[in-house]
DNA sequence: TCCCAGGCAAGGC
DNA sequence: GCCTTGCATGGG
C-alpha cells in the first residue's frame, strides 16, 4: 500500500470484521493480501487491517467520507442484531456472522456485479469483473477504476464473452447500452423497494435474484430478502412447509424478517456458505 | 466425469 | 399465470 498513513481507525470490532464483511458475497472488488485486504470501490482503493485490537482502513485522508459511508460505519449493528435476535435462526446465524456490515455500493457497479452473478460461483465471478476494470476502467495509477457506463456500451457482446461472461455477455452490452442511453439508476433511490425492483427488472439480464441484491448492496435498501440457491436449500431451516417457489419463498421470509430482511438475509446467507 | 454456482429468458402449457 | 429448459464457463 502506497497510500500513506492515513487510517480510520476501528477500535471495537464486535460488528465489524473485514473478512466476513467482503468474503459474504456482497462485493467482487478485493484481494486477499499480507494482513488484511484490498478494496476497491468506484475510482477509489483502500487497504483494511484486522488485528486482535481492532481494525483499520488505510486510505488516502481525501477519501475519509467515502469509506466511512462505504463500512456503513455510521449504522448500530448492536440495534439491527437485537431487532433480529428473537427470528427464526437468528440465535445461530448472528454470532457466527457478527462482524458482517452490508456495504454501500454503488448502483451500477452493483447492478454490473449481480448479473455477472447469475449461475455463477464468486472466484469466477470476481476474475470477470477483475477483468473488466483491467481492460474497461480509468488507469488511477496502481489500480483501475470501475468502467463507466459509457466505456461498457461501447463494447459488444462478443467483447465481453471473450472476457468470459459466457452467455451474460449480451446482457452486459444491453444493460450498459440502457442505462449510458439514459436508464437513471440514480432516480430509484428516491423509490420504494417494490416500485425500484420493478424498474430494475426492465433491464436484460435482471431477474427477481439480481434486481433484489442490486437494491440491497447497491441503494442500501435493507428491507428485501434476495432468494438465491443456498437461500433455497435453508428455507427448509426457516419455514418447515414444503414451500417450492422461489417467489413465495421470498414473500413469506421478507413477511417474517420484516424491514431488516437484508440483513437478516447475508447473516443466514453467510453461515450456510460457511457451513457453521 | 459430473454436479454446482448469489439465475435469467424464452417457450410450452 | 406457472413450469421447464438451455445457457457458458470454471470450481470442487
Given at each position: 500500500?502506497?497510500?500513506?498513513?492515513y487510517?480510520?481507525?476501528?477500535?471495537?470490532c464486535?460488528?465489524?470484521?473485514?473478512?466476513?464483511?467482503?468474503?459474504?458475497?456482497?462485493?467482487?472488488?478485493?484481494?486477499?493480501?499480507?494482513?488484511?485486504?484490498?478494496?476497491?470501490?468506484?475510482?477509489?482503493?483502500?487497504?483494511?487491517?484486522?488485528?486482535e485490537?481492532?481494525?483499520?482502513?488505510?486510505?488516502?485522508?481525501?477519501?475519509?467520507?467515502?469509506?466511512?459511508?462505504?463500512?456503513?460505519?455510521?449504522?448500530?449493528?448492536?440495534?439491527?442484531?437485537r431487532?433480529?435476535?428473537?427470528?427464526?435462526?437468528?440465535?445461530?446465524?448472528?454470532?457466527?456472522?457478527?462482524?458482517?456490515?452490508?456495504?454501500?455500493?454503488?448502483?451500477w457497479?452493483?447492478?454490473?456485479g449481480?448479473?455477472?452473478?447469475?449461475?455463477n460461483?464468486?472466484p469466477r465471478?470476481?476474475?470477470?469483473?477483475?477483468?473488466?476494470c483491467?481492460?474497461?476502467g480509468?488507469?488511477?495509477?496502481?489500480?483501475?477504476?470501475?468502467?463507466?457506463?459509457?466505456?461498457?456500451a461501447?463494447?459488444?457482446?462478443?467483447?465481453?464473452?471473450?472476457?468470459g461472461?459466457?452467455?451474460?455477455?449480451a446482457?452486459?452490452a444491453?444493460?450498459?447500452?440502457?442505462?449510458?442511453?439514459?436508464?437513471d439508476?440514480?432516480?430509484?433511490?428516491?423509490?420504494?423497494?417494490?416500485?425500484?425492483?420493478?424498474?430494475?427488472?426492465a433491464?436484460?439480464?435482471?431477474?427477481p435474484?439480481?434486481?433484489?441484491?442490486?437494491?440491497?448492496?447497491?441503494?442500501?435498501?435493507?428491507?428485501?430478502?434476495?432468494?438465491?440457491?443456498?437461500?433455497?436449500?435453508a428455507?427448509?431451516?426457516v419455514?418447515?412447509?414444503?414451500?417450492?417457489n422461489?417467489?413465495?419463498m421470498?414473500?413469506r421470509?421478507?413477511?417474517?424478517?420484516?424491514?431488516?430482511?437484508?440483513?437478516?438475509?447475508?447473516?443466514?446467507?453467510?453461515?450456510?456458505?460457511?457451513?457453521?
Amino acid at each position: 500500500m502506497t497510500d500513506g498513513d492515513y487510517r480510520i481507525i476501528i477500535e471495537d470490532c464486535g460488528d465489524f470484521d473485514a473478512a466476513q464483511i467482503l468474503e459474504c458475497g456482497q462485493t467482487f472488488r478485493y484481494r486477499k493480501a499480507d494482513g488484511g485486504y484490498t478494496v476497491y470501490a468506484r475510482d477509489k482503493r483502500c487497504f483494511v487491517a484486522q488485528g486482535e485490537g481492532g481494525a483499520q482502513i488505510v486510505c488516502s485522508p481525501q477519501d475519509d467520507a467515502f469509506w466511512r459511508d462505504y463500512f456503513d460505519l455510521q449504522t448500530d449493528y448492536g440495534a439491527i442484531k437485537r431487532r433480529l435476535s428473537a427470528l427464526p435462526d437468528m440465535s445461530r446465524s448472528i454470532p457466527f456472522g457478527k462482524g458482517i456490515r452490508i456495504l454501500r455500493q454503488d448502483h451500477w457497479e452493483a447492478l454490473i456485479g449481480f448479473i455477472v452473478s447469475a449461475n455463477n460461483n464468486l472466484p469466477r465471478i470476481k476474475g470477470i469483473v477483475a477483468r473488466l476494470c483491467e481492460v474497461l476502467g480509468e488507469d488511477m495509477g496502481g489500480w483501475r477504476a470501475f468502467p463507466t457506463p459509457r466505456a461498457m456500451a461501447q463494447k459488444d457482446a462478443a467483447f465481453y464473452r471473450d472476457l468470459g461472461a459466457g452467455y451474460r455477455a449480451a446482457y452486459l452490452a444491453d444493460a450498459a447500452r440502457a442505462v449510458d442511453g439514459g436508464f437513471d439508476l440514480g432516480a430509484l433511490e428516491r423509490c420504494d423497494s417494490d416500485t425500484a425492483r420493478k424498474a430494475l427488472r426492465a433491464l436484460p439480464g435482471v431477474g427477481p435474484k439480481v434486481a433484489d441484491c442490486v437494491l440491497l448492496y447497491g441503494y442500501h435498501k435493507t428491507d428485501v430478502f434476495p432468494v438465491d440457491t443456498w437461500i433455497k436449500k435453508a428455507y427448509a431451516l426457516v419455514c418447515q412447509d414444503g414451500c417450492a417457489n422461489v417467489e413465495t419463498m421470498r414473500a413469506r421470509l421478507k413477511a417474517i424478517y420484516g424491514d431488516d430482511g437484508g440483513y437478516a438475509q447475508q447473516y443466514l446467507f453467510y453461515r450456510l456458505r460457511e457451513k457453521g
